[in-house]
């Protein structure tokens, strides 16, 4: 096949460009390297079916000719993490809302099929077993926090609006914690930032209270989830949890990380005011249930938290 992957510079991407130049696709990718880095695609950059087109999404007439070439478009560039929401968040809500929009415009245009990556945070101050048909808890607009998430429910929406009113061939990807080698903790992602701490014997930072919990998928098995989706000709039209149902608390993870890190570190906790700013929100639970993809494709992790802390370990000190 011949697949766009927009975003494929990225930590998420790059895995999933891999993968399929493995297979034997031919691979475009579109990335303007606002989060991402050329330094994820070394192992490929030469490779003769990769295509790489340092650029916007938001570049409509480049979209429009780059979408007219591929067979499927796998969206996965958007503005990410917590601290990049916070401190960027004009540029979170433009990305997200009006990069999208351009994707489903041209992927329309072309008759192409569509994966679209979402994210756990739609599902806002919802906790434990989250279904995808599950009511959403959101927070006031006054908190920067929740922007990326309602920019990324509108996608949700119109992507659907296109499936339903156009006929457009959609998969909508709700991605909870994925983790993995490449993964940057500048932007807030816990694991690599616990881990860099730890490896250096400083002190591993907990924001909040620590009794927080969360669930952590390998990127690896997120790739494969969705592989699968692209491939199952019954998946088009629906939404689908993917990440991992087992959870820990964020202070039971940092007693994790410093464990199989070999480190002296000491575990501190720092208040959310003073790690994000005034009116800083969060939820105690993120946990999905997956029961419908594996119901579709027979998915489920391969990669248990401890293989994802030393991968990720393992990648920072080589």
Not at 135 to 152: E, F, I, L, Q
Not at 161 to 169: C, D, F, S, T, V
Not at 265 to 283: H, K, L, N, Q, R
Request: charged share 25%; with cysteine.
């Amino acid at each position: 096949m011949r697949v766009l992957v927009t975003g494929g510079a990225g930590f998420i991407g790059s895995h999933l460009v891999e993968r399929l130049l493995e297979r034997g696709d031919e691979v475009f990718v579109v990335d303007n390297l606002s989060t991402g880095t050329l330094d994820n695609l070394a192992a490929v950059r030469d490779h003769p079916s990769l295509h790489l087109n340092v650029d916007t999404i938001l570049n409509h007439p480049m979209m429009h000719e780059t979408v007219g070439k591929v067979d499927l478009v796998i969206h996965l560039a958007a503005a990410v993490g917590v601290r990049k929401i916070i401190e960027a968040p004009v540029e979170t809500i433009t990305t997200n809302v009006r990069g999208t929009e351009i994707i489903l415009d041209c992927c329309a245009a072309h008759g192409t099929p569509l994966f679209v990556a979402s994210t756990s945070e739609i599902y806002g101050k919802a906790g434990d077993r989250l279904h995808e048909e599950h009511d959403r808890v959101m927070g006031p607009s006054t908190h920067r926090r929740w922007a990326y998430a309602c920019t990324k429910v509108l996608d949700e929406f119109l992507a659907l609006a296109y499936h339903h009113e156009r006929g457009l061939p959609v998969i909508i990807g709700r991605f909870f914690n994925t983790v993995g080698p490449r993964q940057a903790g500048q932007w807030g992602m816990v694991v690599p930032r616990f881990v860099e701490r730890a490896l250096a014997d400083k002190p591993i930072e907990v924001y909040g209270t620590g009794t927080q919990r969360r669930c952590f998928c390998h990127v690896e098995d997120t790739v494969r989830a969705v592989e699968g989706l692209v491939a199952c000709d019954t998946a088009w039209g629906e939404v689908f949890n993917i990440g991992h149902e087992s959870e820990i608390s964020i202070r039971g993870l940092a007693e994790r990380v410093r464990e199989l890190a070999g480190s002296r570190s000491e575990i501190v906790t720092v208040p959310y005011e003073v790690a994000y700013g005034e009116g800083f929100e969060d939820m105690e639970r993120r946990q999905p249930d997956t029961s419908k993809i594996r119901g579709f494709i027979g998915w489920e992790p391969r990669y248990d938290l401890d293989d994802i802390i030393r991968s990720t370990i393992d990648f920072m000190r080589a």
